[in-house]
């Protein structure tokens, strides 16, 4: 009965806890680390002469958040927002926030690191040089976003 609890402390030692959301036809997963807060589509403000992928900034609590749109960003059809529609704001160490639009948030998983397969594609696809990593959950495949990548701020497009 020991050497269980120990094993189990193992595998939850080598794994971490995604957010996946749906962008397009596709689920992507962020890693709940970056993940300050899942706030509902409001009025985002434009700003002029910003990158095509940033749609503005919206006011959340008093604090001046950035919004960006991530189907822009890998040169994917524009945002056609919804009901489910959400800004997930992401908290990154030298930058602040940074809110990203998404289609729908689905659930939470805990991938284990055996679970992912390592992305070794050479990134000739903007879309593939955001992509980590792919997790499989049960049958579904998660791609992984790479969120450094995403809110770099050189122009991919």
């Known amino acids: 009965m020991a050497t269980n609890k120990i094993e189990t ?3 939850e030692k080598d794994s971490k806890q995604y957010i996946v959301v749906q962008i397009g036809n596709e689920k992507y997963g962020i890693d709940i680390c970056y993940v ?3 706030v509902r589509m409001q009025k985002i403000t434009r700003v002029p002469k910003a990158q095509v992928y940033f749609k503005g900034i919206i006011n ?4 001046i958040v950035p919004v960006m749109s991530i ?8 945002d056609v927002f919804t009901n489910a529609s959400r800004i997930i704001i992401l908290k990154i160490e030298e930058k602040g926030s940074l809110g990203v639009i998404v289609d729908e948030v ?6 284990a690191d ?6 070794n594609v050479n990134a000739t696809h903007t879309k593939d040089s955001f992509i980590s990593g792919v997790g499989k959950n049960g049958d579904q495949l998660i ?3 790479e ?3 995403i809110i770099d701020e050189k122009d991919n497009t």
């Open 9 to 11: 402390k193992e595998v």
């Open 36 to 38: 300050d807060n899942i």
């Open 60 to 63: 959340l609590r008093g604090e």
């Open 71 to 78: 189907r822009t960003k890998m040169g994917l059809e524009d």
């Open 106 to 111: 689905c659930e939470v998983v805990t991938l």
């Open 114 to 119: 055996s679970e992912i397969e390592k992305s």
């Open 143 to 145: 791609s992984l976003l």
């Open 147 to 149: 969120i450094n990548a």
